[in-house]
């Protein structure tokens, strides 16, 4: 039984994103540019809204986008590892207590506002210092 998750294992880890992620949690604004195939051409395409959900499963890792468009609103669930995604930007941290952003639905307008998350002052000296 070993044998076989190991194998397992080496596959999902074959799968595996090789650049690098940046570091984002649950409440962060990113700007996700997905590549889009039309033809014999391709092109990438911004996605940008907040951070709901996070799937931490290896190579099954996902993370769930909310954005409004046109007053309705949209989520796209992104593989983390998917050769489709061609860069992650971190736009603005938030500031959130819940691991699911599900609520999120239901609030419009200022309500589903997120309060930006800043960096303690122990942490910016701390920052500066090594930098």
Not at 62 to 84: A, D, L, N, Q
Not at 94 to 105: H, N, S, T
Request: glycine share 8%.
């Amino acid at each position: 039984m070993s044998d076989v998750v190991t194998a397992i294992q080496g596959i999902e880890n074959a799968q595996l994103r090789k650049s690098p992620m940046p570091a984002f949690r649950v409440g962060d604004t990113v700007r996700v540019w997905v590549l889009i195939k039309e033809g014999d051409k391709e092109r990438s395409q911004a996605f940008e809204g907040v951070v709901i959900k996070r799937h931490h499963h290896g190579a099954r890792s996902s993370f769930t986008v909310r954005k409004i468009s046109y007053g309705v609103g949209v989520e796209r669930i992104f593989p983390s590892h998917s050769p489709r995604i061609d860069r992650v930007e971190v736009v603005s941290r938030g500031d959130v207590r819940r691991a699911r952003l599900y609520y999120l639905r239901q609030l419009s307008g200022k309500a589903a506002r997120i309060k930006e998350r800043t960096m303690s002052q122990a942490k910016t000296v701390a920052g500066d210092a090594s930098a």
